[in-house]
Nanobody, 116 residues
Framework: QVQLVESGGGLVQPGGSLRLSCAAS????????MAWYRQAPGKLRELVAR???????NYADFVKGRFTISRDNAKNTVYLQMNSLKPEDTAVYYC??????????WGQGTQVTVSS
């Protein structure tokens, strides 16, 4: 059974930082891409950042310059360093993994709340 274990969410003041982690295990096929999505109340789930096996990255415009995605291929782990957080970054953040044979898995989500 595939497991995506997320950690690092929580409550932070505006301007603060958080680091999310997602470790994938029990995946039968090689991982191609790992990503973070988020979903705020009443809104659709949206891509935050994505990194491929080769290290290529893409970011949503609303996080460029503030968030950095990285991955440790040996550990099947993806990270999201979030700096200069804003109240509008408040959402549930979901880890997403895409395998080489195009199967997609989702984590259970971790809450990030930015508030004073």
């Amino acid at each position: 059974q595939v497991q995506l274990v997320e950690s690092g969410g929580g409550l932070v003041q505006p301007g603060g930082s958080l680091r999310l982690s997602c470790a994938a295990s029990r995946i039968s096929f090689s991982i191609y891409a790992m990503a973070w999505y988020r979903q705020a109340p009443g809104k659709l789930r949206e891509l935050v950042a994505r990194v491929t096996l080769g290290g290529g990255t893409n970011y949503a415009d609303f996080v460029k310059g503030r968030f950095t995605i990285s991955r440790d291929n040996a550990k099947n782990t993806v990270y999201l360093q979030m700096n200069s957080l804003k109240p509008e970054d408040t959402a549930v953040y979901y880890c997403n993994v895409q395998t080489m044979n195009m199967i997609t898995y989702w984590g259970q989500g971790t809450q990030v709340t930015v508030s004073s």
